[in-house]
């Protein structure tokens, strides 16, 4: 094996570790569920700024504006908790995109939106700061998605729980 082999497959040793993934989903879950707490409250002034973007239609924005809270914390407990890993962490993936296509489009558009709603009204952040921080959770969603580790996940138990369940129950 030459180096460039044996780097590349102890980067993957890293990214595939149990340790790393149990954090990214510590770390991906908690900030869905904190963004999510902070702007339950707010869903108001969320449609509002959701609006000045001008990509959705004003019925969509606030379709999304109220969906996007209770979603956000929804994923964020899948995550920490390991249930459906593989699904929560594609739409928190899918909902990370949105954020960073919403805000480059905005940037593009020269919208002068300067703070971004990402946690309410909680940590108001520049947009250039908040993308940033999505390019990065937007990492931590695909390190979730392709490593699908189950370590301290819920879902392998429920899954053999279920399993000793049924075989008990044919047994009878």
Excluded at 29 to 56: M, P, R, S
Excluded at 141 to 148: G, K, T, Y
Aim: with cysteine.
């Amino acid at each position: 094996m030459d180096a460039l082999s044996i780097k590349a497959k102890r980067v993957g040793q890293v990214l595939s570790h149990r340790y790393l993934t149990l954090g990214t989903r510590i770390a991906l879950g908690g900030v869905f569920i904190f963004a999510g707490a902070a702007k339950l409250g707010y869903v108001d002034t969320l449609i509002w700024e959701i609006n000045q973007y001008h990509i959705l239609p004003h019925s969509l924005a606030t379709i999304y504006g109220h969906v996007l809270p209770p979603l956000e914390i929804a994923l964020g407990f899948l995550l920490v908790v390991g249930l459906f890993l593989r699904s929560s962490a594609s739409v928190s993936g899918l909902v990370v995109l949105s954020f960073i296509i919403a805000k480059i489009t905005a940037l593009a558009r020269g919208l002068g939106i300067s703070i971004c709603p990402c946690f309410g009204p909680a940590v108001p952040l520049l947009v250039v700061h908040s993308l940033a921080i999505d390019f990065v959770l937007l990492a931590l969603a695909f390190q979730i998605l392709f490593h699908r580790g189950e370590f301290l996940s819920l879902g392998p138990w429920l899954s053999s729980k279920a399993e000793a369940e049924e075989e008990s129950g044919e047994g009878s």
